[in-house]
């Protein structure tokens, strides 16, 4: 199980590169992405509140925050896409 801290990190990871598609990339994934910041914003406002969050596979989430962030820092908008997609299905349904 993730600690707080390291949860809020990725979704904080998640949600810039969600916020970076957004404005930066290609019309037709950027509806998705807006979709994508609100649900990461949102994980990370509830996961105020626990002291640990449980995904479908911590180390895999975690991971993907970074690489997503970095493929989106890089205008890799496809792959940031893609990891922000994998990331979404590992958060548990609120």
Known sequence: MLDRSEFLLATL????????LAKA????????ALQ????FRKHEYLSRDSSAVATNDDE???????AALT????NEFAASHAL?????????SI
């Open 60 to 66: 895999l989430f975690a991971r993907t925050g970074q």
């Open 84 to 92: 922000l997609r994998q990331a979404r299905s590992l958060l548990p």
């Open 25 to 32: 990339g290609p019309e037709d994934l950027q509806i998705d």
């Open 36 to 39: 994508m910041l609100a649900l």
């Open 13 to 20: 990871q998640l949600a810039a590169a969600a916020e970076l």
């Open 71 to 74: 493929m989106a820092g890089r």
